[in-house]
């Protein structure tokens, strides 16, 4: 069985700090995907690292696939309300996604 | 693109009787969704596959016979949530699959609440 572990599970910062959230595993997966959900919503697909080593950059967002595509990080550069949000990651392996426990990230304002 | 729609957003039953959420991609074609059951705060947790022309495969633990999953069509997906008791109430969200990373695109999830 392929587990995702993802740390800190909760994080409350004030607006204009910045944060990382990490995604380890000791399988390796051959995508991983960082989603973000919204109470009551489904969630949106933010990025999909395939490369060990790759980095994607969204605005603030900042992914990073590790070297041996068992790990991943999420970092959120001066953090803002709107980021506010559960921050999932999900490794791909065959068709099915395993998905980490979520990061429940608040920023304050 | 890549547009999941679910119908209803939410669901309000007495037990024992059934329920039917419908999953489409709206501007794909999806071989292969997915639905998943979330506990408030909680992460995402895989009920079954669904694909299309074929029977569903369903995750351990999780009753065939009680929730029934129909993938008729490339753009649609049915979940059935039989004889529903109030331990079936959650948050019920698909996902469908698309391109060769298998990235999955979410519907908006549909909340059942069984009396």
């Known amino acids: 069985t392929q587990l995702l572990e993802q740390s800190p599970q909760f994080l409350s910062i004030q607006e204009g700090e910045n944060l990382t959230v990490y995604c380890n595993s000791s399988?390796?997966?051959?995508?991983l995907q960082w989603y973000r959900q919204e109470p009551g919503e489904g969630p949106v697909l933010l990025v999909t690292?395939?490369?060990?080593?790759e980095v994607k950059k969204l605005k603030r967002l900042t992914f990073q696939f590790g070297d041996a595509r068992k790990d991943s990080s999420l970092h959120i550069t001066a953090a803002q309300p709107g980021d506010t949000g559960l921050y999932l990651c999900?490794?791909?392996?065959?068709?099915?996604?395993?998905f980490g426990k979520g990061t429940l990230l608040t920023v304050n304002p | 693109g890549a547009v999941v729609s679910q119908h209803p957003s939410w669901v309000i039953c007495k037990s024992g009787t059934s329920v039917k959420i419908e999953c489409r991609s709206l501007?794909?074609?999806?071989?292969?969704m997915f639905w998943y059951r979330q506990f408030p705060k909680q992460s995402l947790m895989l009920m079954a596959t669904?694909?299309?022309?074929?029977?569903?495969?369903?995750e351990q633990g999780v009753e065939k016979d009680k929730f029934l999953i129909n993938h008729a069509s490339l753009t649609l997906s049915t979940l059935t949530v039989t004889s529903a008791h109030p331990e079936d109430s959650s948050f019920y969200i698909c996902?469908?699959?698309?391109?060769?990373?298998?990235?999955?695109?979410f519907g908006p999830g549909t909340r059942l609440t069984v009396l």
């Open positions: 996902s469908a699959s698309r391109g060769y990373l298998n990235e999955q695109f």
């Open positions: 399988s390796v997966f051959s995508s």
């Open positions: 690292v395939v490369t060990g080593g």
């Open positions: 999900a490794g791909g392996s065959n068709y099915k996604l395993t």
């Open positions: 501007d794909f074609q999806a071989t292969t």
């Open positions: 669904s694909n299309e022309g074929s029977k569903a495969t369903y």
